[in-house]
């Protein structure tokens, strides 16, 4: 069964560097998400993209997050200059086309937890 | 901004009992419900939707109740399992065509054998 994938599994990072988190959609999935989820809290929206461009985004995602689609298959997230409140477990999301039997059935990948010391 | 609230962290039920995940909500634009189960060091995975059009939904052991009025939803898993000990998200759309999901906080169930 096609699957969402995510790397690292782990990331560790110190205060102001640069992470980027990846993940590898569902391949025939046209819509990509990121949440995440601040240990003990709620799954958050950060940033839904479709078409390659950003279609909507949260309070969360400011200036120091980006969102890429390099290639035809990986999705990533870029955080510029880690803050220590931007340890989370990220998850990474598809979905297909809209109107379909599945629609707003998002799969999500296992997630990403970044640690930033 | 609690725009969906799961109000109870926690749910202890015996297997082959009826399990009953309560959820509510404030905006009465959301027009999709879903429902995601958790394991630790897994992501969500789907487990059922209902449409704002519709007041339930059934798939095998597992029921949605939708109550418009009251701005609630249940889920309800007949008869409960072990396996079925997890933590249950009750997600809303109501981005129109983004997908975006508002969570609530998320109910641990726990089924003892």
């Known amino acids: 069964e096609p699957e969402v994938t995510q790397t690292p599994s782990h990331q560790v990072t110190q205060m102001g560097q640069e992470v980027i988190l990846r993940c590898v959609p569902i391949?025939?999935?046209?819509?990509f998400y990121w949440y995440r989820q601040i240990l003990g809290q709620k799954v958050e929206f950060l940033v839904s993209?479709?078409?390659?461009?950003?279609?909507?985004k949260s309070e969360i995602f400011d200036d120091q997050f980006s969102v890429e689609r390099p290639d035809g298959s990986n999705f990533t997230l870029k955080i510029r200059s880690t803050k220590l409140e931007d340890s989370a477990m990220y998850f990474c999301?598809?979905?297909?086309?809209?109107?379909?039997?599945?629609?707003?059935?998002?799969?999500f990948g296992p997630g990403t937890r970044l640690t930033v010391l | 901004d609690q725009q969906v609230k799961q109000n109870s962290p926690s749910l202890s039920v015996q297997e082959g009992r009826i399990s009953i995940l309560n959820c509510d909500y404030t905006?009465?634009?959301?027009?999709?419900f879903l429902w995601y189960k958790k394991y630790p060091a897994e992501g969500p995975t789907f487990l059922i939707s209902?449409?704002?059009?519709?007041d339930k939904n059934e798939d095998g052991r597992f029921t949605v109740f939708l109550n418009k009025s009251a701005k609630h939803l249940s889920l309800h898993i007949v008869p409960s399992q072990p396996g079925d000990s997890a933590v249950y998200f009750c997600?809303?759309?109501?981005?129109?065509?983004?997908?975006?999901?508002?969570f609530g906080q998320g109910t641990t169930l726990q089924v003892k054998p």
């Open positions: 993209f479709y078409n390659n461009e950003i279609s909507e």
């Open positions: 391949s025939n999935h046209l819509y």
């Open positions: 999301a598809s979905t297909g086309a809209w109107g379909v039997s599945s629609y707003n059935e998002q799969f």
């Open positions: 209902i449409s704002s059009i519709k």
């Open positions: 905006n009465s634009m959301f027009d999709y």
């Open positions: 997600a809303a759309d109501g981005s129109g065509n983004t997908g975006k999901l508002i």
